[in-house]
């Protein structure tokens, strides 16, 4: 094996880049190791175009069960299947990051494949993003990268910012903030971060503490790649013809501003102005150079909407830069069937979110590498049906924007959901974006926000999202921001920017961008403009409904928590398992018992729970001298009376503790089934109960005789 390493340091450890032969027939790869964590990342394209109208660029990441060193999987599959949610999540984050710096001309297919081989506290996905760029920067493939990417971190009691912390810091209760930041050239290609309330400031100052990270590892790849690297491949990229350009100025260009710009939301009128200049094209041009004039009209389009933005401050639909479309906010009413639900409008996107919730056995259980044996009892769904953009297809499934949306607002959410140890219920909040024109994904979290509240979930605060935009001129870097973008402003827009938060902080971001990076100074500008237009949303939303209801819905099960000592949880399970399953049969509820003693009962709202806990409580009761109970009289003999005072726990009751009176016999006082007062006497060495009723109910066998 041909084999040539390359180390640093980053954050105190070694990061290790290795070039190999091992997949050799690929246009470029590379095996990258931070501790014991290693991906490989190989780089391929295609030797001629695919014919598609688009450029063909797919990020494939293959997590292996072995990279755990466990056998994984179900008991009838022991091998991969589809992507799990954290690997399609990785390969978006690749996806957007390296997307931007390719020529959008290119129709060759390249596809990025990287391929988890070891895992250990180290997340491998900015791992993944680094040798993803070192892959395409070393082969023939055109690239216009490096670029680099870094996690930060913050702990809630420090503000040093930490950086690439491990699973370990990221998943304990200290941990305030955890975000990945690609840049390159002193800006900002892709930023996605979930945080706990946290303040503009300290993201900002996440924003600049990358920085020095992001220019080390950028040298050191351009060391690498100046090293490795192969000469790139010159593709030809057509060009407009003279022709396409005469007939667009000629029929199309005197309308286009009107067509544009309507002064109305939607983008109905630029859909037909497309067609209209489909079917001039159709009719005067070449079959080969159709695909051409599409380009061309995005071009003008695109051209237009940045003119008119940067020098005008002219929006399609007449808003000013800053100003949030209408808005309607409405908690519950749907059904009476489901547990919560909100319907959330901005403009012309709408969602509706929908809230069901389920005891602990609910909980998704999560077996994959890097989330292995975690019951996760807060889900957010989100489905995009055709019709919600006037068009039709196929139902059912979902695919990899989807997950990457409700993942997004899952985050934003994640921050304000009680503990388990207040709000035991799972959570699963599924929306349905059933009209879009603009960051459904946003409305999804106001909708979610609703359906909690409308639910009776304690939230801690209400969260609010929003979609912030950016026109830039790239030879002047002037630039403007732009509030809660709409169809033609993410379309031709150049960034996509999106912020989730309440009053107290943010929770969530997540920045795509068209260019080669983002001025720090942009993003600035978009998180305080953001944060304006949150506090805008929370009064709609909380004019609504101020705060979550007082109780949960009538459908929703109940469930009771009550604790146990850790050397009783096996006189509550029994034998085989044939104490609990007896309690089950006997009230219909579920029981979960976790490893420290916790005891948690689920059942219909029909008293059961309660029933349920309450025998529960007579098994594990720790019996003492002088407790007062009813009894019900079990057996009778000729030296007193068994009762029994709990759930399989009786105790004797002499007969000389029957009445301060000389009894004869029990019988004449006491009958089976009879309920008694009794008081604990006395417990021997062996635990046994001695029990007296005339000590608690002197006048107890008096009465029984009169009654008799």
């Given amino acids: 094996m041909k084999e040539e390493v390359f180390e640093t340091n980053l954050a105190g450890k070694t990061l290790t880049v290795k070039f190999n032969d091992l997949a050799e027939q690929a246009d470029g790869s590379v095996m990258v190791s931070y501790g014991r964590t290693t991906v490989l990342a190989t780089a391929t394209m295609s030797k001629e175009p695919t014919g598609a109208n688009f450029f063909p660029l797919v990020v494939d990441y293959e997590e292996k069960f072995y990279a755990a060193g466990q056998i994984l999987g179900s008991r009838f599959m022991r091998r991969e299947g589809r992507p799990s949610d ?82 370990k810091f990221r998943y304990s209760e200290m941990s305030d903030m955890d975000m990945v930041i690609c840049g390159m050239n002193g800006k900002i290609t892709m930023m996605e971060a979930e945080a706990k309330e946290t303040s503009e400031n300290d993201l900002i100052k996440a924003l600049e503490g990358s920085k020095e990270e992001i220019e080390k590892l950028q040298k050191f790849q351009k060391e690498i790649i100046e090293k490795k690297g192969v000469k790139k491949e010159n593709i030809e990229i057509p060009q407009i013809s003279s022709h396409i350009k005469e007939l667009f100025s000629k029929t199309m260009e005197p309308d286009m501003k009107e067509a544009v710009y309507t002064g109305k939301p939607g983008k109905d009128s630029i859909s037909k102005f497309k067609e209209r200049w489909e079917q001039e094209a159709k009719e005067n041009l070449e079959e080969e150079e159709l695909t051409m004039a599409k380009e ?19 929006r399609p639909d007449g808003r000013t830069l800053d100003q949030v479309r209408p808005l309607y906010a409405k908690a519950g009413g749907l059904s009476e069937i489901i547990h919560g639900s909100g319907i959330f409008y901005r403009g012309g996107t709408h969602v509706l979110s929908v809230l069901t919730l389920g005891g602990p056995q609910d909980a998704l259980l999560i077996d994959q590498i890097e989330s292995r044996d975690v019951q996760k009892r807060f889900m957010h769904h989100y489905n995009f049906p055709p019709f919600s953009v006037g068009e039709t297809g196929r139902m059912g499934g979902f695919n990899r924007r989807m997950i990457g949306h409700g993942s997004l607002a899952e985050k934003a959410l994640k921050a304000v959901i009680p503990d388990k140890d207040e ?29 909690l ?59 795509d961008t068209k260019l080669k990076g983002v001025p720090v100074s942009a ?39 009550i604790k146990i000592q850790k050397e009783q949880i096996g006189m509550v399970i029994g034998p085989g398992g044939k104490v609990i399953n007896e309690i089950k049969n006997a009230t219909g509820a579920e029981i979960e018992i976790e490893e420290d003693g916790t005891v948690y009962i689920i059942a219909e709202k029909n008293g059961k729970a309660e029933q349920a806990m309450k025998t529960i409580e007579e098994i594990t009761h720790e019996y003492k001298k002088g407790e007062v109970f009813t009894g019900e009289v079990m057996k009778i003999t000729d030296f007193g009376a068994f009762v029994r005072i709990g759930h399989g726990t009786e105790g004797l009751v002499h007969v000389s503790e029957i009445s301060p009176s000389r009894v004869e016999k029990v019988e004449d006082i006491l009958s089976v089934g009879d309920e008694v007062p009794i008081i604990i006497k006395d417990i021997d060495d062996k635990d046994r109960l001695k029990l007296s009723i005339k000590e608690i109910d002197p006048e107890f066998a008096s009465q029984k005789l009169k009654e008799k």
């Fill in 86 to 167: 954290d690997a399609v999540l990785s390969a978006r984050l690749i996806d957007r990051t390296i997307r931007p710096l390719f020529n959008q001309g290119i129709r060759n297919e390249v596809q990025i494949v990287i391929t988890v081989l070891s895992i250990d506290e180290d997340d491998p996905d900015v791992l993944a993003i680094l040798a993803t760029s070192l892959a395409l920067g070393t082969s023939r493939i055109p690239w216009d990268g490096p670029v680099s990417a870094v996690r930060i971190g913050k702990h809630k009691e420090d503000e040093n910012l930490k950086i690439n912390p491990d699973y």
């Fill in 296 to 314: 061309y009209f995005e071009d003008r389009l695109n051209n237009m909407i940045h003119e008119e933005v940067l020098n005008n401050k002219n």
């Fill in 423 to 451: 709000f035991p219920y799972t959570i699963r909040l599924v929306s349905e974006a059933l009209s879009s024109n603009g960051s459904t994904s946003m409305a999804s979290v106001c909708g979610s926000t609703l359906a």
């Fill in 453 to 511: 509240m409308d639910g009776g979930v304690p939230i801690k605060a209400p969260v609010a999202g929003i979609a912030m935009g950016l026109i830039v001129d790239e030879k002047t870097e002037k630039y403007s921001v732009l509030t809660d973008i709409q169809g033609p402003e993410d379309h031709y827009g150049d960034m996509d920017f999106k912020i989730a938060g309440t009053r107290r902080g943010i929770t969530a971001i997540q920045m």
């Fill in 523 to 561: 993003i600035k500008d978009s998180i305080i403009d953001g944060k304006k237009a949150l506090e805008l949303i929370l009064d709609v939303i909380e004019k609504e409904i101020k705060e979550p209801r007082p109780t949960i819905s009538e459908n929703a099960p109940e469930i009771r928590i």
